[in-house]
């Protein structure tokens, strides 16, 4: 059964960094691309970011590029979600999500960031 | 980037109802469409991809049929389960893009 648990949502700051953690189970790691999606409050889903099974490419979103960064560590079954120079608007709970040839087919719980004073 | 718009935004209806969502997509996506159920609180549930294929597990009341830039996603009877919302996404490319989404209401 695939599992993907991510951790690291908290209240943080605007300007501040956070970085979140996704711990994927049941599948091959290292054989699939992976992705963040966010979603924030009552609104709809946004795709954030992708990363190849490899970790040579990378791919963002214009409202998160040169701000968040993604990664994984493929000993570790864990994907990464490196996020600096936060915004109000970048409050959401964060979904990390298994990709299939860019079909996302599976979908972790989500963690809430919330970027706030 | 492809815009995705989905219509109607909030559908009324009853249990045992023939229920359609549309789904349009800004350019060809060719088949490069899925379906998503998501419930309040929980995470997206993959239903349909590659536009019209069930993903396993999924009840045969949901379908889904198009190409190129329209999509409709349809219920043949409406379960007290499917009360939800759904959105379309193209992944016609990396850059994936989702519909507004369709809350699905109690009459």
């Known amino acids: 059964e695939v599992q993907l648990v991510e951790s690291g949502g908290v209240l943080v700051q605007p300007g501040g960094s956070l970085r979140l953690s996704c711990t994927a189970s049941?599948?091959?790691?290292?054989?699939?691309?992976m992705s963040w999606v966010r979603q924030a409050p009552g609104k709809g889903l946004d795709w954030v970011s992708a990363i190849g099974g490899s970790g040579d490419n990378t791919y963002y979103a214009d409202t998160v590029k040169g701000r968040f960064t993604i990664s994984r560590d493929n000993s570790k079954n864990t994907l990464y979600l490196q996020m600096n120079s936060l915004r109000a608007e970048d409050t959401a709970v964060y979904y990390c999500?298994?990709?299939?040839?860019?079909?996302?087919?599976?979908w972790g719980q989500g963690t809430l960031v919330t970027v706030s004073s | 980037d492809i815009q995705m718009t989905q219509s109607p935004s909030t559908l009324s209806a009853s249990v045992g109802d023939r229920v359609t969502i549309t789904c349009r997509a800004s350019q060809s996506i060719s088949s490069w469409l899925a379906w998503y159920q998501q419930k309040p609180g929980k995470a997206p549930k993959l239903l349909i991809y590659?536009?019209?294929s069930l993903e396993s597990g999924v009840p045969s009341r949901f379908s889904g049929s198009g190409s190129g830039t329209e999509f409709t996603l349809t219920i043949s009877s409406l379960q007290p389960d499917d009360f939800a919302t759904y959105y379309c996404?193209?992944?016609?490319?990396?850059?994936?893009?989702f519909g507004q989404g369709t809350k699905v209401e109690i009459k």
């Open positions: 996404q193209q992944y016609d490319s990396y850059f994936r893009t």
């Open positions: 049941g599948f091959t790691f290292s054989n699939y691309a």
């Open positions: 999500a298994k990709d299939k040839q860019w079909l996302i087919d599976y």
């Open positions: 590659k536009a019209s």
